[in-house]
Antibody
Framework: EVQLVESGGNLVQPGGSLRLSCVAS????????MNWVRQAPEKGLDWLSS????????YYADSAKGRFTISRDNAKNSVYLQMNSLRAEDTAVYYC??????????????????WGKGTTVTVSS | DIQLTQSPSFLSASVGDRVTITCRAS??????LAWYQQKPGKAPNLLIY???TLQTGVPSRFSGSGSETEFTLTISSLQPEDFATYYC????????FGQGTRLESK
């Protein structure tokens, strides 16, 4: 079964740090780009960061730039999100998601086709 | 960054209704658009990619259309399990999401 399982969410004080992990199973992890997306309580989806299958290309949303770092370890089938200088507004469920590559008549399209169940980060004193 | 604006933000409908949700991009994104469904407490689920291609396993009552700056998600005959929040996402550049459309039972 294709699966992503996040962990590492916790209650942390403002200014603190957390490292989220996402372990993949059921597919060849090293073939896929991976993403982190979060959702604050009662809010919409907020893409944070993407890492290429090899780990060499990384993108961040403005909301993540400078404080969050994405990385991956293909030997461990895992992607990580290091979060520093956490703020109350970082309180959210954090999802990892796989980027599937679709080829339609020679044109390549990506979408996030597999998602984990999420891990909850609460930033509060 | 490319901005996506969904309309409406809230929609009340009944089982059997035909429902359409619109997603507008601030600049042209060809067909690099996906639609997701999310139910409370659950992760999002991919419905449509490349603007109009149905993901495997998604019921055929869902369809997508559009290109460049205007896209639609249509549910041809609403079923009880379709009440959820729907998001569009552009994948032309940084993969940001629209703000969501909450579909509720009338």
């Amino acid at each position: 079964e294709v699966q992503l399982v996040e962990s590492g969410g916790n209650l942390v004080q403002p200014g603190g740090s957390l490292r989220l992990s996402c372990v993949a199973s059921g597919f060849t992890f090293s073939n896929y780009n991976m993403n982190w997306v979060r959702q604050a309580p009662e809010k919409g989806l907020d893409w944070l960061s993407s890492v290429s299958y090899s780990g060499t290309t990384i993108y961040y949303a403005d909301s993540a730039k400078g404080r969050f770092t994405i990385s991956r370890d293909n030997a461990k089938n895992s992607v990580y999100l290091q979060m520093n200088s956490l703020r109350a507004e970082d309180t959210a469920v954090y999802y990892c998601a796989r980027s599937e590559r679709f080829n339609i008549r020679g044109q390549i399209y990506y979408s996030m086709d597999v998602w984990g169940k999420g891990t909850t980060v609460t930033v509060s004193s | 960054d490319i901005q996506l604006t969904q309309s409406p933000s809230f929609l009340s409908a009944s089982v059997g209704d035909r429902v359409t949700i619109t997603c507008r991009a601030s600049q042209g994104i060809s067909s690099y658009l996906a639609w997701y469904q999310q139910k409370p407490g659950k992760a999002p689920n991919l419905l449509i990619y490349a603007a109009s291609t149905l993901q495997t396993g998604v019921p055929s009552r869902f369809s997508g259309s559009g290109s460049e700056t205007e896209f639609t998600l249509t549910i041809s005959s609403l079923q009880p399990e379709d009440f959820a929040t729907y998001y569009c996402q552009q994948l032309n550049s940084y993969p940001h999401f629209g703000q969501g459309t909450r579909l509720e039972s009338k």
